[in-house]
């Protein structure tokens, strides 16, 4: 298995707080990205990352903003969390950009 | 984007073998064929992707039609593990899209 590790795997939070999810991997691939579950909808990409400070808007990326200081882990912040960003969200890497993407565990976000 | 449509959901018995189609009727000729699986409160995990042949590991076998318009994903013997949502997904490059799937239920 992809050494990948999402932090923290459950949070409650409050409507307009900030919010920093964290996705850390030891297999050193170079792609990195945040996908976000809902029922009815699938997996969506909110950002995605294609290596150190180099970042991109997915699908779904209004709300969120991502960094990427180090190879191995890649932030991703509600800066205002709102109920509608109540999800479950997953990490992913890839080697390049058309691999297999290894996904890690989620992490579930409840904003109340 | 390329769309695949699968079945929404479907039944075997354990140890039998499953197949699972997928049309994609407007594929491109550098999309792939990804097959992702997500068990119950996991993330996605990658199965098996193919181009243009058929394709084989130790979880699947992947059968891709001439005319790359549809594909089968073929599970030889399954197990109470395989139940799962399985999508069938094209891409060319990072953009995975995924739809629904197809619900796999695996009766003891």
């Known amino acids: 298995d992809a050494g990948i590790t999402q932090s923290p795997r459950h949070k409650v939070t409050e409507t307009g707080t900030p919010v920093t999810l964290r996705c850390h991997q030891t297999?050193?691939?170079?792609?990195m990205y945040w996908y976000r579950q809902d029922p009815g909808h699938g997996l969506r990409l909110i950002h995605y990352?294609?290596?150190?400070?180099?970042?991109d808007k997915g699908e779904v990326s209004d709300g969120y903003s991502v960094s990427r200081s180090k190879t191995e882990d890649f932030l991703l912040t509600l800066e205002s969390a709102t109920s509608s960003q109540t999800s479950v969200y997953f990490c992913?890497?890839?080697?390049?950009?058309?691999?297999?993407?290894?996904f890690g565990p989620g992490t579930r976000l409840t904003v109340l | 984007d390329a769309k695949t449509t699968q079945p929404n959901s479907m039944e075997s018995n354990e140890e039998e073998p499953v197949h699972l189609p997928c049309n994609h009727s407007?594929?491109?000729?550098?999309?792939?064929i990804h097959w992702y699986r997500q068990l119950p409160s996991q993330g996605p995990e990658y199965v098996i992707h193919?181009?243009?042949s058929n394709v084989n590991n130790r979880m699947a076998s992947l059968a891709i039609a001439e005319d790359r318009k549809s594909s089968t994903l073929i599970l030889h013997r399954a197990t109470l593990r395989d139940a799962a949502v399985y999508y069938c997904?094209?891409?060319?490059?990072?953009?995975?899209?995924f739809g629904a799937g197809t619900t796999v239920t695996v009766r003891a």
């Open positions: 990352s294609y290596g150190v400070k180099d970042t």
């Open positions: 297999e050193n691939h170079r792609y």
């Open positions: 193919g181009l243009t």
């Open positions: 992913a890497i890839s080697w390049t950009s058309a691999d297999t993407q290894y």
């Open positions: 407007t594929i491109s000729g550098t999309d792939y």
């Open positions: 997904i094209l891409s060319g490059d990072y953009k995975l899209s």
